[in-house]
């Protein structure tokens, strides 16, 4: 179902634009909507005694990591649209088995440890410290959405943002992440497509006979009823992992991911830009220019530990399509009553920047 603000209603009547206030009609393009997502999607809790010895060695570190987020499935049925996976790569399997962190502390909670040993791609935040997950293997994770699009066949598009981790820790016992090349990114993307299938609006099809993705989105990004049904990967990742992943694949050809490539170039449509405050007017000008822009509301515990909300009301202001947080439920860890959601019941709305009428979605 689909509420509509009727504030410009009668003006969008002298513009022949009426059918745009009504609920049949409703149909923006996908660049003129604003939705809320989850930071780190797949995250547990670090172990209370793993993460209290933590802080004693380096207290911003643990602040930092002391969330958590409700299984993947449940950020749907709330109303996230926006999902995050940091992968490592293992295709030997057994790589992460046994954390360092459950070593560290004298009575470790339960941990499943038999994905660690099947070969794949696994998911977790930071090796041998915050190793919790939801769903240890990508491949689980991509199970647990499809399973969950089976049962809401016309959902609102789910963007998927990729981090792929290979950077190491330079200290005693700690696992060395392989590096992610060429074959890593065809392994990676194999998975991807394989599983989610016809489900996966990939840079070939937003692209179509144009000659690069920025000449596509000049053109226009489809309509949100197009892409009903659909999840959309992005890799965030500038530099080597970038140009690594683009190699031999000039506007992203037969990849199963967008990037976060710089505006102007073939492969770039949609783009990771952090800090709302700093970068508000950098926002304005991509999301102006027919980009897409993920962007966070919070960071690192401090928002919700201090009820700040200047971060989440320049998120929001920007234009950024995409608003991501760690705290999207009615109460927080800290006490405070931050929180990033809109009315009850709303899981997107028109964008402020990009779209001349008032709307709200619930599905």
Not at 79 to 105: F, N, S, W
Not at 134 to 157: K, N, V, Y
Not at 230 to 243: C, P
Request: proline share 5%.
């Amino acid at each position: 179902m689909i509420r509509l603000v009727t504030l410009f209603c009668t003006m969008l009547f002298t513009l022949s634009l009426l059918a745009s206030c009504t609920s049949t009609t409703a149909n923006p393009a996908f660049n003129q909507l604003q939705f809320i997502g989850s930071h780190n999607s797949y995250k547990q809790a670090i172990d209370p005694e793993l993460l209290e010895q933590l802080a004693e060695s380096n207290s911003a570190l643990a602040a930092s990591l002391d969330y958590t987020h409700l299984p993947l499935n449940q950020q749907l049925d709330l109303g996230l649209r926006k999902l995050e996976l940091d992968v490592l790569d293992d295709p030997a399997g057994g790589l992460y088995q046994t954390p360092l962190g459950l070593r560290i502390i004298a009575a470790p909670s339960v941990y499943s440890s038999e994905p660690m040993l099947t070969p794949g791609f696994k998911v977790l935040h930071v090796q041998d410290i915050d190793f919790r997950s939801h769903c240890q293997l990508f491949s689980e994770c991509l199970a647990s959405l499809d399973a969950w699009s089976d049962t809401h066949p016309e959902h609102f598009p789910i963007v998927v943002t990729i981090n792929a981790k290979d950077d190491p820790i330079k200290r005693p016992g700690f696992v060395q992440p392989l590096l992610f090349n060429a074959d890593s990114w065809n392994r990676l993307d194999q998975v991807i497509k394989s599983t989610l299938g016809q489900k996966l609006y990939t840079p070939d099809d937003l692209r179509g006979s144009q000659s690069s993705l920025y000449a596509a989105i000049k053109k226009g990004w489809p309509a949100l009823n197009t892409l009903r049904g659909k999840f959309i990967f992005v890799l965030d990742h500038t530099g080597a992992k970038l140009e690594t992943y683009i190699e031999g694949h000039e506007a992203l050809r037969n990849r199963a991911m967008f990037v976060n490539a710089m505006e102007g170039t073939p492969e770039a449509a949609i783009r990771i830009i952090n800090d709302p405050v700093e970068q508000f007017d950098y926002i304005q000008t991509l999301v102006s220019q027919g980009y897409i822009v993920r962007t966070r509301a919070d960071a690192d515990t401090v928002e919700a530990r201090t009820g700040n909300t200047k971060r989440r009301s320049a998120a929001f202001r920007s234009g950024a399509q995409i608003i991501s947080t760690d705290y999207y439920q009615e109460k927080n860890q800290f006490g405070s009553d931050y929180k990033v959601m809109f009315s009850e019941g709303i899981i997107a709305r028109c964008n402020p920047v990009t779209s001349i009428i008032d709307c709200e979605f619930s599905n």
